[in-house]
C-alpha cells in the first residue's frame, strides 16, 4: 500500500517504545511514587522525533546543563520496520498507558492526535497554556478539541498561495469553484506545484489537498458529527479528474523556471521569517498577490504550527512541563527562530518586537540570500506586507492534525492517478470506507 507521507508520521515515536520511554523498570512495571535517577542524580524525561535539529540539540544540551532535576533524553528515529508497523504498535503502547514522555509533531513524527486526545491519553494542557502569558492568536488553538487545548506550541508559521499580479484574478472569491476554474481558464499545464520529493502521482493528491479535500480542516465531504459521508459524489469525481489534469509533472523543475514561462500559475508559499516577504517580492517582479487557499468563506492562510504533547501516561509530567516553560521563554524563543526558516515564536509581545527588530536590522544589513535559485536582499516590509502578515493570523485554516480520512482518501485514490482505476471507482471505494471508519466510531 502506497501511504506516502502520510505513511511516515509516526515513525520516529515507536522508537521511543523500543527504548523503554514511558518511565517504566526493567522489570517493565512502572513505579509512580518514586522517580528513578540516572548516574547524574536527575530524573530523565525522553523526548523522541524523526530528527532533531542542531539548534534543538544545543537548547537540549543547555537546559540539562542548567537543570538540577531533569535530564531531557532526545531519541531519534533509526528503526527498519514498516511505516505502518510503527504506527499500530504506537497505538497499541499510547493505548496501554505507556510510549515517551513528549511526542513531537514534527514532520516524520506525526499521528492522528485527535483521537488520543479525546481518549485522554494525551495530557490536558489548557491550564498551562494560559499560565504561559499571552500567545500569538490562533496559535495555542490550533490544538485545540472540544474547548480544551491538548498541545503546546513552540514555534508556528503561516502558509498560503502566492502568484503574480499578471495571473491574480478576483482573489476575494477565492473558493473552490473558482480555483478550479481559473485553472481551466488559464490553461496552464501546471496549477499546484508538489511537495518536495513527491512523484507526479503523489502530486495530484497535492491537488486535492490544496482545494480542501485533505486535512486542513475544511471537510468537504464528511459531515462528522453525524457521522455522513459524501465522497461518492459527482463533486468529488470531478474533482478527481481536474487533480490528474492539473498535476506536477515534472516535479523536480523549479518554481521560478515554472512561473516565468506562465507554465505554472502560482506557487505554495511557507512563511517562516519577515525576510521571505522580499523573496516573493522578488519572485514576482515586485508585485506578488498572496490569495490564500481556497475555502467555502474566499482565500483563508494556513497556520502549521510546531508542537510538542505530553503523554497522560507518563510519570515526568513535571520534567516535561518544566522543559517546556524552558522553550517558551523569551531567551530560547529567540534562539529557536533565530535564522532563515526559523519559524515564528508563539508570545504575541516577543513576535511584535522581533518584527520591529528585523526592520531595523535590515537597514544595518547588507546580507543577501538565495532560495530556489533567486538571489535577494531582504527589505523593509512594506505597509502592505506588514497588514497581510497579521491578517493571515486572523482567521487561519490548522494544519495541526493528520486525519484518518486523508489517509483513506491517499491510499485509495492513488490508483486513480496511476491509471488502474476510474474516477467513480475510487470515489465508490473512499466513500465506502470512510463510512465504515465513521461508523466504528459511534
Not at 515507536?14 to 528513578?36: A, E, F, I, R, W
Not at 472569491?173 to 508538489?194: H, P, Q, R
Not at 490564500?292 to 492562510?301: A, C, D, K, L
Request: hydrophobic share 35%; proline share 3%; with cysteine.
Amino acid at each position: 500500500m502506497r501511504y506516502g507521507r502520510i505513511k511516515i508520521l509516526s515513525a520516529a515515536l515507536m522508537l521511543c517504545m523500543l527504548c523503554g520511554c514511558g518511565g517504566q523498570d526493567g522489570s517493565g512495571q512502572t513505579d509512580s511514587s518514586q522517580p528513578v535517577l540516572n548516574e547524574n542524580g536527575k530524573e530523565e524525561v525522553r523526548i523522541c522525533a524523526s530528527l532533531f535539529s542542531t539548534t534543538m540539540q544545543g537548547l537540549i544540551a543547555d537546559y540539562n546543563n542548567q537543570s538540577e532535576r531533569y535530564e531531557i533524553v532526545p531519541v531519534e528515529f533509526n528503526d527498519g520496520s514498516s511505516w505502518d508497523d510503527q504506527r499500530t504498535r504506537l497505538q497499541l503502547e499510547l493505548t496501554n498507558g505507556e510510549g515517551p514522555d513528549l511526542l513531537t509533531n514534527t514532520v516524520l513524527c506525526q499521528i492522528d492526535m485527535r483521537p488520543y486526545a479525546e481518549k485522554g491519553l494525551l495530557l490536558d494542557v489548557t491550564d498551562f497554556i494560559a499560565e504561559q502569558g499571552d500567545f500569538v492568536k490562533n496559535v495555542a488553538e490550533a490544538n485545540q478539541i472540544g474547548g480544551r487545548i491538548y498541545g503546546v506550541p513552540y514555534t508556528f508559521s503561516v502558509g498560503t498561495l502566492v502568484t503574480s499580479a499578471q495571473m491574480a484574478t478576483d482573489i476575494r472569491n477565492w473558493t473552490k469553484d473558482y480555483c478550479m476554474a481559473t485553472a481551466e481558464e488559464k490553461e496552464v499545464s501546471l496549477f499546484i506545484d508538489a511537495p518536495y520529493g513527491w512523484g507526479k502521482e503523489e502530486s495530484g493528491l497535492n491537488v486535492l489537498n490544496v482545494l480542501g479535500v485533505g486535512m486542513d480542516g475544511i471537510q468537504l465531504f464528511v459531515e462528522e458529527e453525524q457521522g455522513v459521508s459524501s465522497f461518492e459524489q459527482p463533486e468529488f469525481v470531478r474533482m478527481l479528474e481536474f487533480a490528474k489534469k492539473y498535476l506536477d509533472t515534472d516535479p523536480d523543475m523549479s518554481d521560478d523556471k515554472r512561473l516565468a514561462s506562465g507554465e505554472q500559475f502560482c506557487t505554495v508559499a511557507a512563511i517562516r521569517n519577515f525576510s521571505d516577504f522580499s523573496y516573493y517580492s522578488k519572485l514576482f517582479n515586485e508585485s506578488p498577490v498572496y490569495m490564500g487557499y481556497p475555502s467555502p468563506q474566499g482565500g483563508v492562510s494556513r497556520l502549521e504550527v510546531d508542537t510538542l504533547y505530553i503523554n497522560a501516561a507518563s510519570d515526568h509530567k513535571e520534567g516535561a512541563k518544566d522543559f517546556l516553560r524552558f522553550l517558551l521563554s523569551d531567551q530560547v524563543q529567540r534562539k529557536l527562530v533565530a535564522g532563515l526558516g526559523g519559524g515564528f515564536p508563539v508570545k504575541q509581545e516577543l513576535l511584535e518586537s522581533l518584527w520591529k527588530e528585523s526592520q531595523i536590522k535590515v537597514l544595518d544589513d547588507a546580507t543577501g540570500y538565495e532560495k530556489g535559485g533567486i538571489v535577494y536582499k531582504p527589505d523593509l516590509m512594506t505597509q502592505e506586507e506588514e497588514r497581510i502578515f497579521w491578517t493571515m493570523l486572523e482567521h487561519p485554516i490548522y494544519y495541526q492534525w493528520n486525519n484518518d480520512i486523508w489517509d483513506i482518501v491517499w491510499e485509495e485514490a492513488l490508483p486513480f492517478f496511476y491509471g488502474e482505476k476510474t474516477a467513480g471507482e475510487v470515489a465508490n471505494v473512499i466513500d465506502s470506507k470512510v463510512q465504515l471508519y465513521l461508523d466504528e466510531g459511534k
